[in-house]
């Protein structure tokens, strides 16, 4: 007789992080639910898949989604939901979460929140620091694993500093561009995450999982647009242009929602640094990769959708082969 697969709950399952996960959970040999607001959609686009409805503020709903699991990935963040409100509906969420994971009998819930940031961060900032402190207060053993920024086509911030070295040969230099982080493929956050739900934990507890290179905005804008093709674009440095102000441009020049890229752009006004690379040691992952493979995969996965269109289309073009022309 064979044993039955233990099965986790993918919340978050049609998000950017989520779409990645499934793959990897599968072959780890994990029986993968997912979960989604809308299943009808999600079946249509992914139908051999093992959906479930799933509204995070309700405990039936959360309750039903849990029912035969034995583990869970949180991959919620109610940023992209729009509400004014969102830092205090998260925290009521991971509260519904924890609870019902304890009903259910989970063994460990996964979380991926956001490398901790000074007292002044940003609202988006602290609320995925405290979702991970509510679901660490939980009975449920939960990993909360911390990344700054993640590079992968479908990753918001990856959205923005793509679109801004792609179209700007000549931009204003914030002062929040001189703050460090250290980017992390999503490769190697799929990894982490599946890596979390069997690694051995006493109690709850959190690591970060930062990328192998710290580099600033800066640095970041200028290997995107190496990798891209296009000339290096031009900074002039403006001190007093602020990270809610700059958000303003911001806007004008990338894809990505505004009410979510402004969140993301005011928190990048200080350094997201990890305080240790502990996790990958622990779990013997150490081949991270680097900033630039993993921005060139993310660049080799947009080709799958169609052209850019419209006068920002038009801009890229033009630019790419200035760039080709300038090397």
């Given at each position: 007789m064979h044993e039955a697969r233990r099965k986790v709950l993918l919340t978050g399952a049609t998000g950017f992080v989520g779409r990645h996960a499934y793959r990897a959970l599968v072959d780890a040999g994990w029986a993968v639910r997912c979960a989604t607001r809308n299943v009808a959609v999600a079946e249509q686009r992914w139908p051999n898949r093992e959906w479930v409805q799933l509204d995070v503020s309700d405990a039936a709903s959360v309750s039903s989604a849990m029912t035969g699991c034995n583990a869970a990935l949180y991959l919620v963040h109610g940023m992209a939901t729009h509400s004014d409100d969102f830092r205090r509906e998260e925290i009521e969420q991971a509260q519904t979460f924890a609870a019902q994971a304890e009903d259910a009998g989970l063994s460990?819930?996964?979380?991926?929140?956001?490398?901790?940031?000074?007292?002044?961060?940003?609202?988006?900032?602290?609320?995925?620091?405290?979702?991970?402190?509510?679901?660490?207060?939980?009975?449920?053993?939960?990993?909360?694993?911390?990344?700054?920024?993640?590079?992968?086509?479908?990753?918001?911030?990856?959205?923005?500093?793509?679109?801004?070295?792609?179209?700007?040969?000549?931009?204003?230099?914030?002062?929040?561009?001189?703050?460090?982080?250290?980017?992390?493929?999503?490769?190697?956050?799929?990894?982490a995450l599946v890596l979390g739900l069997d690694m051995e934990m006493s109690e709850s507890t959190w690591y970060d999982v930062p990328g192998p290179e710290v580099l600033s905005g800066r640095q970041i804008l200028e290997r995107t647009a190496a990798v891209l093709g296009v000339r290096e674009p031009l900074m002039i440095a403006v001190p007093f242009l602020s990270p809610r102000l700059s958000s303003h441009w911001v806007r004008f020049v990338t894809r990505a929602d505004w009410s979510v890229a402004r969140e993301v752009v005011v928190g990048l006004k200080t350094d997201l640094i990890a305080e240790d690379h502990r996790f990958w040691e622990l779990t013997g992952h150490h081949e991270l990769v680097a900033f630039d493979a993993?921005?060139?995969?993310?660049?080799?996965?947009?080709?799958?959708?169609?052209?850019?269109?419209?006068?920002?289309?038009?801009?890229?073009?033009?630019?790419?082969?200035?760039?080709?022309?300038?090397?």
């Open positions: 460990r819930i996964v979380y991926l929140g956001g490398v901790a940031a000074p007292d002044d961060a940003s609202e988006h900032l602290r609320s995925r620091e405290e979702v991970g402190q509510v679901l660490r207060a939980g009975s449920v053993p939960a990993l909360e694993l911390r990344a700054s920024m993640i590079v992968g086509h479908g990753s918001l911030s990856w959205l923005i500093v793509r679109d801004l070295a792609a179209r700007l040969p000549l931009m204003v230099l914030p002062r929040w561009l001189e703050s460090r982080t250290e980017p992390v493929a999503i490769d190697d956050i799929v990894t993993a921005a060139r995969t993310a660049l080799d996965a947009e080709h799958r959708d169609p052209p850019i269109s419209g006068p920002w289309g038009l801009v890229e073009r033009v630019l790419r082969l200035l760039g080709r022309h300038g090397s």
